[in-house]
């Protein structure tokens, strides 16, 4: 039987559920740096964001981000550019939702920037009906099956 040298397991490291939130100073865009809204989630650190200058980019979540903030599909992020690769980028924080809000009252993101949703469909598509895809059979039609 081994001894345990450690100084706890797995829920130690895990820490105690503090959702005590705190408002944070919001923070804009400098030289260098974009505003993003994740498309998809890729895996092993990384996401695939559409820029708010049109541009699709494949974004590295940060070390210091990487477990303990957790980013998901329609998130409104901040992403570092990189000089020497115009499609990667770094994401570098992570919006709550209602600073988000506040980005977009400040004319910070565009009004086409859908806020709330949990998949982003695109910065400047429009979905006109596209829910409502139904097939209609009559009574001829179950018969023939």
């Given at each position: 039987m081994p001894k345990n040298k450690g100084k706890g397991g797995k829920n130690r490291k895990?820490?105690?559920?503090?959702?005590?939130?705190?408002?944070?100073?919001?923070?804009?865009?400098?030289?260098?740096?974009?505003?993003?809204?994740?498309?998809?989630?890729?895996?092993?650190?990384?996401?695939?964001?559409?820029?708010?200058?049109g541009t699709k980019r494949l974004c590295h979540i940060r070390g210091k981000m990487h477990k303990k903030v957790w980013i998901a599909a329609g998130d409104i992020i901040l992403v570092g550019l990189r000089d020497y690769q115009d499609d990667k980028a770094d994401v570098i924080l992570k919006y709550m939702p209602d600073e988000a809000r506040l980005l977009k009252a400040y004319g910070e993101l565009p009004e086409n920037t859908r806020l709330n949703e949990g998949i982003a469909g695109g910065l400047d598509e429009e979905d006109d009906g596209a829910g409502d895809d139904y097939i209609e059979f009559e009574d001829e039609d179950i018969d023939k099956i």
């Amino acid at each position: 039987m081994p001894k345990n040298k450690g100084k706890g397991g797995k829920n130690r490291k895990r820490g105690k559920n503090e959702a005590v939130v705190e408002k944070r100073e919001l923070i804009f865009k400098e030289e260098g740096q974009e505003y993003a809204q994740v498309l998809r989630m890729l895996g092993n650190g990384r996401c695939e964001a559409m820029c708010i200058d049109g541009t699709k980019r494949l974004c590295h979540i940060r070390g210091k981000m990487h477990k303990k903030v957790w980013i998901a599909a329609g998130d409104i992020i901040l992403v570092g550019l990189r000089d020497y690769q115009d499609d990667k980028a770094d994401v570098i924080l992570k919006y709550m939702p209602d600073e988000a809000r506040l980005l977009k009252a400040y004319g910070e993101l565009p009004e086409n920037t859908r806020l709330n949703e949990g998949i982003a469909g695109g910065l400047d598509e429009e979905d006109d009906g596209a829910g409502d895809d139904y097939i209609e059979f009559e009574d001829e039609d179950i018969d023939k099956i």
